[in-house]
């Protein structure tokens, strides 16, 4: 089994030096030389000659529904990509996920010399086939809606639009490139190390990670660190009986008013804790509960002069180290286990994303990415609020690389929901300063 975790420690010394290489760089400023400026513009020129195709490429994917669950539609956009990343010249293989219970992962590889590079994406939606949202659909000529349109198939396309281009510059082979495209990112299969360990052991072998997600839907961002997701369960029991004996010394305060206890300690114990969330997202109590865990529903009976013997709550918890995470379930173990009288409760953590701490390596590499979209015209780039990108597959080899940057697919509006709609002009923006970054990452590695 793959330790989820064992990605929090300290860089390598390799890891260190290709970052003071980038350092170098970042300090000497723009790019003079004559060939790398006439490769950086024959990087941009086949961004721009394939603009249509690559929307083109972005409906296909769209209308083939790959909800996590629909494991057949989530293949069918897996062999699209395959053949795309075969053409490029890539090794393709598609990991089974009969073993997590998910549809599989597809994995490309290409043979290269120079920095080793993780590029991640997704293949699955949260829209699944009884989803009222199937199609893509033009508004404008900017502007088109479409079930994964942002989260993340344009991500997806810009990552292929970005091989291509180097590919077309002569210039992909001056790279080692790994591409991890997980079936399963919206829902993950479980058990976690099973469905994540390919991932993590494509970050034990990079140099740097690169995420295809969409940030905060601004292109004037792009992520250095995300807040972790961990679920947590909490069971309550109390002594079934009738009100009238509620707070008796043989009756107790009953699994509900426990269960408030707990929630009520949770929150005047973390609320300050700045960027820590900790959010109870159901909670059914009463003489009987019943809750399916997969499903996220239940059904839960109760009368008003019975004393509840049970209840059941789920929910969620973030944070913006591993430090912190750990900090804050301790607090809620302990004030689980301060019971009230005749009653007792269970607290149940289940370790999902990690968190991807800020670190100088993640800074550095912005401050290149900054760097480039500068000189691109497109103006800086700074570091968007934890607060404000959710959990993402990047997390989990984050702080085994010397450098890592999310946050960089296709930007839009109204993910999740019906009204998805992806912002078209940012997919040669987003596609040209990735390709230029990729570009310099392989000088800095050639300078050495």
């Known amino acids: 089994m793959v330790n989820l975790y064992s990605s929090f420690q300290l860089f390598s010394s390799e890891s260190l030096i290709l970052t003071s290489i980038v350092v170098g760089i970042l300090l000497a400023g723009p790019l003079s030389a004559a ?6 513009h024959r990087i941009v020129e086949a961004i721009d000659a394939r603009h249509d195709e690559a929307i083109e490429l972005l409906a296909e994917l769209v209308d083939i529904n790959s909800g ?32 997590f219970e998910r549809a599989g ?4 590889r290409s043979e290269g010399r120079g920095p080793k590079v993780l590029l991640i994406g997704h293949l699955d939606t949260v829209f699944e086939p009884d989803s009222p949202f199937q199609s893509f659909e033009r508004l404008d000529a900017d502007h088109a809606k479409g079930p994964g349109a942002v989260d993340m198939k344009g991500g997806v396309v810009i990552l292929l639009e970005v091989l291509r281009a180097l590919a ?19 829902l993950s299969g479980r058990p976690l190390d099973l469905a994540r360990g390919n991932l993590i ?25 995300r807040r972790g997701s961990t679920n947590w369960s909490l069971e309550v029991r109390g002594i079934p009986a009738h009100s009238s004996q509620i707070f008796t010394e043989e009756v107790g305060a009953g699994a509900i008013y426990e269960t408030a206890r707990i929630l009520e300690g949770f929150r005047r114990e973390l609320a300050d804790e700045e960027d820590l969330t900790f959010n109870p997202g159901v909670i059914l109590g009463g003489t009987e509960v019943d ?66 701490g800020v670190t100088e390596g993640n800074s550095r590499l912005l401050a290149m990415y900054s760097q480039a979209s500068e000189d691109l015209g497109f ?58 970054l990729l570009y310099r990452l392989s000088l800095a590695h050639a300078s050495h």
């Open 291 to 356: 809750f399916d865990h997969d499903q996220a529903r239940g059904t839960g009976f109760g009368k008003d002069n019975v004393v509840a013997e049970f209840a059941s709550v789920r929910g969620d918890l973030r944070a913006t180290s591993l430090e912190q995470l750990v900090r804050a379930e301790a607090i809620m173990q302990r004030v689980t286990s301060e019971s009230l009288p005749g009653t007792s409760a269970v607290l149940t953590i289940d370790h999902g994303y990690p968190p991807m």
């Open 379 to 436: 103006g800086p780039v700074t570091a968007v609020d934890p607060r404000r990108a959710g959990a993402a597959d990047i997390s989990f080899v984050a702080n085994d690389v010397s450098m890592a940057l999310d946050g960089l697919g296709l930007m839009g509006t109204g993910g999740h929901t019906v009204e998805e709609t992806a912002d078209l002009r940012t997919l040669s923006s987003q596609a040209k300063r990735a390709a230029v």
């Open 105 to 108: 992962h597809l994995i490309a």
């Open 68 to 99: 996590s669950l629909n494991l057949a539609g989530v293949r069918r956009v897996g062999e699209r990509l395959d053949s795309e990343l075969t053409e490029l010249g890539l090794t393709t293989k598609w990991i089974e996920g009969a073993s």
């Open 201 to 225: 052991a494509a970050g034990h072998e990079a140099d740097i990670a690169l995420g295809f997600e969409d940030g905060d839907g601004d292109p004037e961002t792009a992520v250095v660190a």
């Open 35 to 40: 060939e790398p400026v006439t490769i950086e």
């Open 168 to 186: 077309a510059a002569s210039v992909l082979e001056d790279l080692q490139i790994t591409v991890v495209l997980t079936g399963d990112e919206e």
